[in-house]
């Protein structure tokens, strides 16, 4: 059974850094590329950034991101990281990771963590 | 960046009912298209990709068409389980975005 696990989020200030995590087990981790996509309260969906199983491919970020979010795995320990820098108030959101369907970045993301609550407050 | 729409952004419906929600794109996204339902408190979940394929498991009432940059997604008999928020995303290229989403409500 695939499962995601995320953790690391948390009550943080503006101009922080945070770093999640996301432990995965039920499938061969390095296989897929992984995603994280964040939901700010009460809203929608929004895409942050994306990495090939591999890690050695691109990263993909959105542009709400790029420059302050780092995406990387460690397909040793079946983990993938988001490191958030300079962090806004704008970027308060459940935060999920969630896997795609092939190696390759795609962007059909088949399966889903419960999620992770960062908030950017002070 | 593309644009993703969805129309309406509530819908009430009873048990029973057939229900079609729409998606429009800015651009044409070919067939790159994914539709989600989240229900209250729950992570997103697959329900079709390449706008018309079922993911597996996934209820045949579920159904997807559409290319271009029109879309729809319809459930042809409205289930109690079926109540959620529906997103469709694209996928074309490598900067993803998601329409704002569309609540079925019991009507």
């Known amino acids: 059974e695939v499962q995601l696990l995320e953790s690391g989020g948390g009550l943080v200030q503006p101009g922080g850094s945070l770093r999640l995590s996301c432990a995965a087990s039920g499938f061969t981790f390095s296989s897929y590329a992984m995603s994280w996509v964040r939901q700010a309260p009460g809203k929608g969906l929004e895409w942050v950034s994306a990495l090939s199983g591999s890690g050695s491919g691109n990263s993909y970020n959105a542009d709400s991101v790029e420059g302050r979010f780092t995406i990387s795995r460690d397909n040793s320990k079946n983990t993938l990281y988001l490191q958030m820098n300079s962090l806004r108030a704008e970027d308060t959101a459940i935060y999920y990771c969630a896997k795609d369907t092939w190696e390759g970045v795609r962007g059909v993301l088949d399966y889903w963590g419960q999620g992770t609550l960062v908030t950017v407050s002070s | 960046d593309i644009q993703m729409t969805q129309s309406p952004s509530t819908l009430s419906a009873s048990v029973g009912d057939r229900v079609t929600i729409t998606c429009r794109a800015s651009?044409?996204?070919?067939?790159?298209l994914a539709w989600y339902q989240q229900r209250p408190g729950k992570a997103p979940k697959l329900l079709i990709y390449?706008?018309?394929t079922l993911e597996t498991g996934v209820p045949s009432r579920f159904s997807g068409s559409g290319s271009g940059t029109e879309f729809t997604l319809t459930i042809s008999s409205l289930q109690p389980d079926d109540f959620a928020t529906y997103y469709c995303?694209?996928?074309?290229?490598?900067?993803?975005?998601f329409g704002q989403g569309t609540k079925v409500e019991i009507k």
């Open positions: 390449e706008a018309s």
């Open positions: 651009q044409s996204i070919s067939s790159w």
């Open positions: 995303q694209q996928y074309n290229g490598y900067s993803w975005t």
